[in-house]
Nanobody, 124 residues
Framework: QVQLVESGGGSVQPGGSLRLSCQASGYTLRDSCMAWFRQAPGKEREGVAAICSDRTTGYEDSVEGRFTISHDNVKNTLFLQMNDLKPEDTAMYFC??????????????????WGQGTQVTVSS
């Protein structure tokens, strides 16, 4: 049984940083991809960043250069380092895992497994 558990969310001021973590069990990043998605109230869930077992990465345009996705194979943990946070980054952030290499890295339909989410709030 695959379980994904996110942590690291919180409240920060604009320009601040947070590091999200996603501990995976029952799943190994092998010939597959993992990703971070976010969902703000009243909006669709959108892909933020993805990483594959071949180290391919992809980012949504608004976070490119500010967010960095990484994966620790030993700890089996996915990370999202978020710098220069903006109020529009406020959302619930979800970890997701795919069973294989998806055709589209940042589409939610590419991912079968989801965590419960961790809240990120950026406000002055």
């Amino acid at each position: 049984q695959v379980q994904l558990v996110e942590s690291g969310g919180g409240s920060v001021q604009p320009g601040g940083s947070l590091r999200l973590s996603c501990q995976a069990s029952g799943y190994t990043l092998r010939d597959s991809c993992m990703a971070w998605f976010r969902q703000a109230p009243g909006k669709e869930r959108e892909g933020v960043a993805a990483i594959c077992s071949d180290r391919t990465t992809g980012y949504e345009d608004s976070v490119e250069g500010r967010f960095t996705i990484s994966h620790d194979n030993v700890k089996n943990t996915l990370f999202l380092q978020m710098n220069d946070l903006k109020p529009e980054d406020t959302a619930m952030y979800f970890c997701a895992a795919a069973p294989n290499f998806p055709g589209w890295l940042l589409k939610k339909t590419s991912y079968n497994y989801w965590g419960q989410g961790t809240q990120v709030t950026v406000s002055s």
